[in-house]
Every structure is written in structure tokens, then in C-alpha cells.
Nanobody
Framework: QLHLVESGGSLVQPGGSLRLSCVLS????????IGWFRQAPGKEREGVSC????????DYKDSVKGRFTIYRDNAKNTVYLQMNSLKPEDTAVYYC???????????????????WGQGTQVTVSS
């Protein structure tokens, strides 16, 4: 059974940092593309950052480039999202998702993903 479990969400002040973790179980990341998505109240789900585990190709939403970094730890079967210089507009539920393909372009399109975690809340507020 394939599972993705997110953790690391919290309340943080503007300018602060958080690291989200996505632990994969029932499969290894090799051959998969893993993505981080978010959904704020009243808004559609959007892709934040995605990584093709086999090729290392990454993709980022424009508004998080230079602030967020996605990376993987194969030994721990975990994908991380390091978020720095957080802004109030980053507030959302963050989801981890996986698709069993090595996507090469348009990595962060939610409709391409087949397996989803339950999400972790990130709130950026003073």
C-alpha cells in the first residue's frame, strides 16, 4: 500500500523558515515524480515545487523561486521542502503527491499526480 505522510507545518512569523517532510512508504521514490502542492481557503490547489527523483529535474512556482528548495533523502525515503523568507501569502495546507512516472516537463500539474497525502497546515502570520 502506497502512502505519503506530510509533517512540519506550523505557525511561523513572516520572514521565518519551515521544513516540510514527506515520508514515502510502500514504494521508493526512484522512478517517481514527487511534488508539493498547496491550497489556501477559497483558492484552487496549486503546484509549489516538484522533483523527478530519478533525474533530479525540479520545477518551482515563480513566486517561491529563490525562497523554497525541494530535495530528497533516498536513504530515508523522504522528500523535503525547505521554505525560507515565508510570507503571509504562503499560508495554506501543503500536500505531498506522487506519480509513478519520470516527468520531464510541466512537473507541477496537479492533475498528473495519482497519490496524495493528507496535508499539513502552514500559517504565516505575526
Amino acid at each position: 500500500q502506497l502512502h505519503l505522510v506530510e509533517s512540519g507545518g506550523s505557525l511561523v512569523q513572516p520572514g521565518g523558515s519551515l521544513r516540510l517532510s514527506c515520508v514515502l512508504s510502500g514504494f521508493t521514490a526512484d522512478g517517481y515524480t514527487i511534488g508539493w502542492f498547496r491550497q489556501a481557503p477559497g483558492k484552487e490547489r496549486e503546484g509549489v515545487s516538484c522533483i523527478s527523483s530519478s533525474t533530479g529535474i525540479t520545477d518551482y512556482k515563480d513566486s517561491v523561486k529563490g525562497r523554497f528548495t525541494i530535495y530528497r533523502d533516498n536513504a530515508k525515503n523522504t522528500v523535503y521542502l525547505q521554505m525560507n523568507s515565508l510570507k503571509p501569502e504562503d499560508t495554506a495546507v501543503y500536500y505531498c503527491a506522487a506519480v509513478p512516472r519520470r516527468l520531464l516537463v510541466r512537473l507541477c500539474v496537479a492533475e498528473r499526480y495519482e497519490h496524495w497525502g493528507q496535508g499539513t497546515q502552514v500559517t504565516v502570520s505575526s
